[in-house]
C-alpha cells in the first residue's frame, strides 16, 4: 500500500488528503502537524466566517487574481477551479452564498461548517492526523521514498505532499534548500497602509464604495472599496495594490506615496461633467452641504479643506482655479505612507518554493521525484475574495492526484 505523508495540517494540507483518498482509497493517508491544532487559519479567516472560494470560474480571469502563478494557475484551473470548489463542499452539506462582491462563505457564515466537513471527511475515508510533529528534515532514501524526521520521531512514507504553509523567513525553509529545492525570498502580501499623525485618520470608519489607488512611479494600481482606519488605509482597494506591489514596497522599507481617486472614474472627462453638473444643480447651497461621488459629508469636508477650497462658498461661486484644483484633488490625492499593518487583516506570504522547479501539472518537484507542494508554501498567492483558500484547494487537488499516481 502507498503510503502518503502531508506535513502541515491546515487548508492545503486536509484538502491533499481527502483528495488522495477519493482518487485512490487504497492508499495510507497521514497528516503530520507541528502544533496541537489543525485547521488553525481555517478557524480566524473572513473575520471567522471562511472566504471559501469566489464565484469567478473563468480560469483566465481567475488567473489575473493572483500577483504570483498567474501563468501557471490559468493552467491549473482548468483542471480543479471554484466550480469544483463550490461542488466538494456542497456534496458534503455545506450549502455556500455568494455576496454581492463575488466572494463565497457557507451559510452558516461559520468556518467551523468548513473544518467539520474535513474533520468528518478524515474520520470516514480513515485518514490518520498526527498532532505535535514537526518536520525538521526530509532524507531521500536510496531506494525510493522519505523519511521524515522530526524531534520525537522518523517516520518513512513512498511520497510526501508539503503544505507547511508561508513561512515569514527564508530561514525557515532551510530544510528545502537542504534538498536543493530553489525558494523564492518570503515577503509579506495583503497589508495596510500606514499613515502615522496624518489628518485623514480622524476621519477613521469612513468607507469610499469605489476608490482608484496608484503608487506615483510605479505601474502599481488597484480598485475597489476603500476604509479609512484609525492608522491610515484599508480595504480591497489598499490590500489588492500591497499584493501587486509586495516586492517593490519591501524594497523601499514601506516607506512610499500613494494616490487616491476618490471618483473611482478614470476618465477626467466625466469628473469634469459630473462635478459642472452638480455646481449647476446645486448653485445657491454651500459647497459642503453634502458629499460628491458618493462620498460622505464628512469626507468631502475633510478634502475640501485639502485642496483649499473654501467650504462656506456656494458652488455657484466657485472660480475656475478652485474647480480644477478639487478636479486634480479627486483624482489624484497623495498621502504618505510609513509602514504596513497586518492586524485583523487576511494577510499571506509572496515567495516560498520557485514555480519554475515545480510540475505544475502534478506540483511535483522537479527536481525530487515523489516530492509535491500545496499551498502558500509555493511562490503563489492571490489578493483577497477568497482566492488564496482557491489556491489551496487546486494545487492541493493536483499534488493529490500526482502522489496517488
Ligand atoms: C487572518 C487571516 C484570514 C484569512 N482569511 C482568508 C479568507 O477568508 N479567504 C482566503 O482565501 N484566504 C484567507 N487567508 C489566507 C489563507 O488562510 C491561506 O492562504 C491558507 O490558509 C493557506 O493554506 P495552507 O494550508 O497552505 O497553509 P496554512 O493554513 O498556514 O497551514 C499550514 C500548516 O502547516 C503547519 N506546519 C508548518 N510548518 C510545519 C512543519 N515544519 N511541520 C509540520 N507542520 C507544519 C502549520 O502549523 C499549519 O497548520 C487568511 C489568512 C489570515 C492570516
New binding site residues.
Given amino acids: 500500500m502507498c503510503k502518503i505523508g502531508i ?7 486536509f484538502f491533499a488528503a481527502i483528495q488522495c483518498k477519493l482518487l485512490n482509497p487504497e492508499t495510507d493517508v497521514t497528516i ?4 496541537s ?6 478557524k ?4 471567522g ?5 469566489n464565484v469567478e470560474s473563468d480560469p483566465v480571469k481567475l488567473a489575473t487574481k493572483y500577483p504570483r502563478g498567474e501563468r501557471q494557475l490559468k493552467k491549473a484551473f482548468r483542471n480543479f477551479s471554484t466550480t469544483d470548489t463550490i461542488r466538494f463542499f456542497e456534496e458534503r452539506g455545506v450549502p455556500l452564498v455568494a455576496q454581492e462582491d463575488g466572494c463565497i462563505f457557507p451559510v452558516s457564515q461559520d468556518s467551523q461548517s468548513i473544518i467539520d466537513c474535513f474533520l468528518n471527511e478524515c474520520n470516514r475515508l480513515n485518514i490518520e492526523v498526527k498532532k505535535n ?4 528534515k526530509i532524507e531521500q532514501v536510496s531506494n525510493g521514498g522519505f523519511t521524515l524526521i ?1 524531534e520525537n520521531a522518523n517516520l518513512f512514507f513512498d511520497k510526501v505532499i508539503i ?5 515569514p523567513k527564508k530561514s525557515h525553509l532551510l ?1 528545502l534548500e537542504e534538498l536543493n529545492q530553489p525558494v523564492i525570498d518570503p515577503v509579506p502580501s495583503l497589508f495596510t497602509f500606514n499613515m502615522p499623525g496624518n489628518p485623514i485618520t480622524e476621519l477613521q470608519g469612513s468607507v469610499v464604495k469605489h476608490a482608484i489607488t496608484k503608487i506615483p512611479g510605479t505601474k502599481l494600481t488597484a480598485e475597489g472599496p476603500l476604509l479609512i482606519t484609525h492608522w491610515g488605509m484599508s480595504g480591497p482597494a489598499i490590500l489588492a495594490l500591497s499584493a501587486w506591489g509586495a516586492r517593490v514596497l519591501e524594497e523601499v522599507g514601506y516607506e512610499f506615496k500613494v494616490t487616491v481617486n476618490w471618483t473611482g472614474i478614470k476618465n477626467e472627462e466625466e469628473i469634469r461633467t459630473e462635478l459642472k453638473y452638480c455646481a449647476e444643480q446645486n448653485a445657491n447651497k454651500k459647497l459642503d452641504k453634502f458629499g460628491v461621488f458618493g462620498l460622505t459629508q464628512r469626507l468631502w469636508s475633510f478634502l475640501l479643506d485639502k485642496f483649499q477650497v473654501n467650504k462656506e462658498k456656494a458652488w455657484k461661486e466657485l472660480n475656475k482655479k478652485e474647480f480644477n484644483r478639487l478636479v486634480n484633488g479627486l483624482m489624484n490625492d497623495e498621502y504618505p505612507v510609513s509602514g504596513k499593518t ?1 492586524f ?5 506570504t509572496a515567495g516560498g518554493v520557485d514555480l519554475s522547479h515545480v510540475n505544475v501539472s502534478n506540483m511535483e518537484s522537479k527536481i525530487i521525484p515523489g516530492l509535491h507542494f ?4 509555493l511562490d503563489i ?2 489578493i ?9 484547494w487546486t494545487t492541493a487537488y493536483l499534488a493529490a492526484k500526482g502522489a496517488v499516481s
Avoid at 44 to 47: F, M, P, V, Y
Avoid at 374 to 377: D, R
Avoid at 384 to 392: D, I, L, R
Fill in positions: 506535513i502541515g495540517g491546515g487548508a492545503a494540507g503530520l502537524e507541528k502544533t491544532k489543525v485547521l488553525a487559519k481555517v480566524i479567516s473572513g473575520g466566517r471562511c472566504n471559501v472560494t510533529f514537526r518536520l525538521d522530526a503544505c507547511t504553509g508561508g513561512a530544510w497586518t485583523k487583516e487576511e494577510f499571506v500545496a499551498g502558500e508554501i498567492d492571490g483577497t475574495g477568497g482566492f488564496n483558500f482557491q489556491a489551496a
